[in-house]
T-cell receptor
Framework: DTGVSQNPRHKITKRGQNVTFRCDPISEHNRLYWYRQTLGQGPEFLTYFQNEAQLEKSRLLSDRFSAERPKGSFSTLEIQRTEQGDSAMYLC?????????????FGPGTRLLVL | QKEVEQDPGPLSVPEGAIVSLNCTYSNSAFQYFMWYRQYSRKGPELLMYTYSSGNKEDGRFTAQVDKSSKYISLFIRDSQPSDSATYLCAIRAGGTSYGKLTFGQGTILTVHP
């Protein structure tokens, strides 16, 4: 049974560099979410997709951030010109898109450190 | 003011104790209530899901929702060292059964033998 997978698990980069993270949802889950979690805080919503359509974006998602989900399968989150404030755990979650009580299943996260 | 407030603790209890974790929220539009458990350096995992006022029990865990007071609780009976983790309340607005979750800050729980 494969859950949500995220790669890389850890990323260290220098300020100003671009980084890209990948999320592979549970097979046949048509909704995919991105959250950001800083130390000592709960996850904060960034954006979500239904299939390949990006349906909602948080105001936290500045124009340096872009997310895609081509073909409605895996998703990528890119951060351009990284800043130290971008250091956080980036979490991906997926849900089946059916049923009355939707459950979001989270991946292990990508921990980003911007030096 | 945050939409969801949760006491970050930390909370330390002896094995076997009853643990009470709480969150308050401000938005009446919130209709779906969840509790997630997060172990260190892992993603959150769902423990309980409720959508109405009242109690829901699952093994040693009981989730309680009071919509009139905008207050939710998670009780853990006979706590075990393996329950040591961060507990996050998560809430979603009504209207649809899917969409973004708004999380509390998380409460760090340690159960010592």
């Amino acid at each position: 049974d494969t859950g949500v997978s995220q790669n890389p698990r850890h990323k260290i980069t220098k300020r100003g560099q671009n980084v890209t993270f990948r999320c592979d949802p549970i097979s046949e889950h048509n909704r995919l979410y991105w959250y950001r979690q800083t130390l000592g805080q709960g996850p904060e919503f960034l954006t979500y997709f239904q299939n390949e359509a990006q349906l909602e974006k948080s105001r936290l998602l500045s124009d340096r951030f872009s997310a895609e989900r081509p073909k409605g399968s895996f998703s990528t989150l890119e951060i351009q010109r990284t800043e130290q404030g971008d250091s956080a755990m980036y979490l991906c979650a997926s849900s089946p898109g059916t049923g009355f009580q939707e459950t979001q299943y989270f991946g292990p996260g990508t921990r980003l450190l911007v030096l | 003011q945050k939409e969801v407030e949760q006491d970050p603790g930390p909370l330390s209890v002896p094995e076997g104790a009853i643990v009470s974790l709480n969150c308050t929220y401000s938005n009446s539009a919130f209709q779906y209530f969840m509790w997630y458990r997060q172990y260190s350096r892992k993603g959150p995992e769902l423990l309980m899901y409720t959508y109405s006022s009242g109690n829901k029990e699952d093994g040693r865990f009981t989730a309680q929702v009071d919509k009139s007071s905008k207050y939710i609780s998670l009780f853990i009976r006979d706590s075990q060292p393996s329950d040591s983790a961060t507990y996050l309340c998560a809430i979603r607005a009504g209207g649809t059964s899917y969409g973004k979750l708004t999380f509390g800050q998380g409460t760090i729980l340690t159960v010592h033998p």
